[in-house]
């Protein structure tokens, strides 16, 4: 029979027993939010190797703002959506190399880490050096055996292919614009020259697949070129036969000849007519002078800045990164401008690329 007051303490006992559970999952949830935060800061996703951390954030993944982007990885779901393309690879791949110190990275993910310039179009799938990939990823892997890897250095605590075995292996995989945007990155990196470029492709790949592809890369290859959007740009120029601009063209304010504009693209015409090329979405919109950079609104500036390129006397031409995506409406475009489609450059370049 049970008194009340075996009642009374078994209720007691549970609150209690309750209460120290809760006060456990507290704990648990802090500690976790809080590494969770310490990692983010630092530019990193929480890596563990415990399993009773990994099962608790697993069984949070979609509440308390966390989510799992590659499997053992976790972030704040926030956090994750803000990132670049570029920044969630690179968090990725750090990731992947602190929770498997065994893997080593190469060609696009190497890339990456050696700060070139690598389109967000080829960033889907891992590149691995290893003998298999034991763990699914959710983008799949490229495998390279570490026989044909060789020697391999480290760049932020990773593992990855040297500096230019990982160029040469970016432009044997890369079509044109994307492997023109790495190539010129590499020049502006290590300040050689395309023929330079050239020269090393030949002595280590020649006779590889997409060796001449890598070539034809190599060639049009400029390390005037800023970043991977002008690159692409370009590209669309040499392929569809216009004629291939000059690159970042200093011109004074004509308002103020203390300041200097410094212009992507320059065309100088048959005909004597002279066209500026700008593209857009690059933050560059900052007065440059003597005494150092004046910042100013971005909307402001671009049209300060515009209104003054035009006192000069030359057309600008204004392009946006979307505009590749529609590649009819751009030939136009530079038809309208005055710049001349050439059809023996288009045909001389699908020769050298189709090899045809």
Known sequence: MVHFFDVVVMK?????????????????????LARLTKAAEQGAVLVTHD??????????????????????LFCFQHDWGVLTPAERALRTIKGLAEFHPDWAFWCYD????????????????RFLVKTGCSVPLSAGCRLLRPQAAGALEQVDGVRVTPFWRTVEDCLLHAPFSYGLAIADSALRAKGISREDLCERLRADCEGRRGYRRAQVIASHADGLSENGGESRFRAFFIAYGFPVPELQ??????LDPSRLFRVDYFWRLMDG????????????????????????DPFVAERQRESHLTMLGHKV?????????????????????????QADLAEGWRRQWYGR
């Open 12 to 32: 007691v006992s549970n609150t209690a027993h309750k209460t120290k559970q809760a006060t456990r999952s507290t704990l648990a949830r802090n500690r976790m």
């Open 110 to 125: 190497a890339a990456l880490l050696w700060g070139l310039e690598v389109p967000n179009d080829v960033l889907g799938p």
């Open 273 to 296: 007519t002279c066209v500026i090329g700008e593209l857009d979405g690059k933050g560059k919109y900052t007065l440059q002078s003597g005494d150092g950079q004046e910042s100013v």
């Open 317 to 341: 031409l204004r392009f946006t990164f979307n505009e590749l995506k529609d590649p009819g409406k751009l030939v136009e475009k530079m038809r309208l401008a005055g710049i001349p489609q």
């Open 249 to 254: 063209v200093e011109f004074h304010d004509p």
């Open 51 to 72: 399993n009773a951390e990994l099962m608790w954030l697993r069984r949070h993944v979609g509440a308390d703002d966390i989510a799992e982007p590659e499997p053992y």
